[in-house]
């Protein structure tokens, strides 16, 4: 008689690949269920957890990545295991996978960043904010990047919260940052800047700006660097007047130009660097002298209603020309094709319903697949909107096993032991608890919340190097 799946006897055995916060809360919705158990084994190609809260929130949201507590219990819980150091579609297949697991849920996230598609992108000194994102949080992949911020004058293009983080922490006193987790080299390397104007262009205007509020506040609020607003740059025109009567972006639109108002009032202020709020504009090309960013060439914007009633961006054919030596290119981030999954290259996205991967070609769900967070709808939301997207797919992926009988005995050992045989140095979550001891001891040392490692043969030294008990 088979055992049954989500049973005591017999939990289901879910592989959950990345571990930020989508992966996180798929782990403990799976661990909490009243009546289905399951196992889970949350894997990561670093052997350090948490995405982008890591890797992502600035050094100094310090508040942001209190989450991580969260994610501590998650761990904790009977049932838990982290495999880091394990890079899926390297040093493990998917079909290895579906031998030791039931099911696998993708939270890989959007590893990439989407392009212009304008004539000098790929000048140098045109940079990806994600990347500065990256090399300012110690992250592995981007800690060799150098950056020349020895140029006066530096474009932000879009204006999400991505591209906040980078003009602040671009127009922030380094000083400021040093006690934060930042990367050491970085804060260096923000020291020898020699930033003095900001530019941060919006296509559209100030009552459809992507940022939100506390975002924008803490701009008017920099040491050192006043937020300059140009009058005319909120002076609203008639659709975003119809836009903000009708409640249109919600509180937060209202807000936000409520802000920019009243910031625009306060003139240019006297602090050494300024951030210039730019609203209507985009970049038509990145004009290069010697091979490097030298200018950017802006059209102005006006706003139309689309037939779906949303508001766009027009060209208006006037142009401009904007002199910077740097421009970070902040149009979101973009997910990248898995080995063993379908991909939309359109949305960057791994195609589901619910959450269920779906084949493109036949529409129909391929079994014991799943996918939650920017892999399943796209790099939206903050970190708590994670937390009901995973709920979502779960709760699929219990309708699909809730009740079934167990085909084969699959077992944690047996996958534990699968890994092992593959010569994989699997990073465990204790591990990571004493990586996390030794960066915030390091810290204690240089006056840092931590320092972090920002190399995976440092991590793994450490770890070599420290006793258990450390
Ligand atoms: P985002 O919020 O989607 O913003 C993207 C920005 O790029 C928008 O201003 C967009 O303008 C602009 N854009 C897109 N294509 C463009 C083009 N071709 N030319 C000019 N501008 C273009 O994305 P994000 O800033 O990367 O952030 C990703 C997610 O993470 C967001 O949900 C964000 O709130 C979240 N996040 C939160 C925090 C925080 O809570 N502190 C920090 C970082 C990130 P349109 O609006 O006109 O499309």
């Known amino acids: 008689m088979p055992e049954t799946l989500g049973s005591e006897v017999r939990p289901l055995r879910v592989a959950v690949i990345g571990s930020g916060p989508s992966g996180f809360y798929a782990a403990e919705d799976l661990l909490t269920q009243k009546d289905f158990k399951a196992t889970v084994d949350v894997f990561d190609r670093l052997p350090t957890p948490y995405g982008l809260v890591r890797g992502g929130v ?3 949201h310090q508040k942001i990545k209190t989450v991580t507590n969260f994610y501590e219990k998650t761990a904790a819980r ?3 295991r982290y495999f880091g150091n394990v890079d899926y579609g390297t040093q493990v297949t998917l079909d290895e996978l579906k031998a030791q697991y039931d099911a696998v849920i993708f939270a890989v996230g959007a590893k990439s960043d989407n392009k212009m598609g304008i ?20 992250h592995p992949d981007y800690r060799d990047y150098k950056f020349d911020l020895s140029e006066e004058r530096v474009a932000v293009i879009g204006n999400g919260n991505v591209a906040m983080d980078v003009v602040r922490i671009l127009g ?9 987790d930042i990367a050491e080299y970085a804060v260096q390397a923000l020291r020898k800047s020699r930033i003095k104007e900001i530019y941060l262009l919006g296509r559209r205007g100030p009552a459809q700006a ?22 005319r740059e909120v002076d609203l025109d008639p659709v975003s007047k119809d836009c903000l009567a009708k409640g249109e972006g919600g509180p937060k639109a209202k807000k936000n130009v409520d802000i920019l108002i009243a910031q625009s ?28 960013v030298a200018a950017l060439k802006l059209e102005k914007n006006m706003l139309v209603r689309a037939e779906d009633g949303s508001v766009k961006a027009k060209g208006t054919g006037q142009y401009e020309t904007l002199p910077v ?10 997910g990248v094709a898995l080995p063993g999954l379908p991909y939309d290259s359109r949305k ?6 619910f959450g269920r991967v779906i084949d493109p070609q036949t529409k129909t769900a391929i079994p014991a697949l799943y996918v939650v967070g920017w892999a399943k709808r796209g790099p939206s939301g903050v970190i708590g909107t994670n937390k009901p997207d995973s709920v979502e797919t779960v709760r699929k992926l219990i309708e699909d096993y809730k009740g079934k009988p167990a085909a084969d005995g699959k077992s944690a050992d047996a996958a534990a032991a699968f890994l092992a045989g593959k010569g994989l140095k699997a990073v465990s979550f204790a591990d990571w608890k004493r990586l996390d001891k030794i960066e915030v001891e390091n810290g204690r040392k240089k006056g840092k919340i931590r320092d972090k490692f920002s190399t995976i043969p440092e991590m793994m030294q450490a770890l070599e190097t420290t006793p258990t008990a450390a």
Do not use: H, M
Not at 172 to 180: G, I, N, R, S
Not at 266 to 272: D, E, H, I, L, N
Not at 325 to 334: A, C, D, E, I, Q
Not at 348 to 353: D, F, K, L, R, W
């Open 58 to 60: 600035a050094p100094d």
């Open 172 to 180: 922030q006193d380094p000083e400021e940052l040093a006690p934060t």
């Open 119 to 138: 004539p000098g992108e790929d000048l140098k000194g045109s940079e990806a904010a994600t990347v500065l994102v990256g090399w300012y949080n110690a």
């Open 348 to 353: 960057g996205t791994i195609p589901n319903e």
């Open 265 to 292: 009032k306060k003139g240019s202020g006297a602090q050494p660097r300024k951030i210039f709020v730019r609203n209507l504009v985009s970049p038509v090309e990145i004009l290069g002298k010697d091979g490097r």
């Open 78 to 80: 009977p049932g838990f």
């Open 210 to 231: 992507a940022f939100t509020n506390p975002e924008i506040q803490e701009l008017c609020e920099l040491k050192g660097t006043d937020l300059v607003v140009d009058p």
């Open 325 to 334: 030596g740097l421009v970070f290119r902040s149009v979101g981030y973009k």
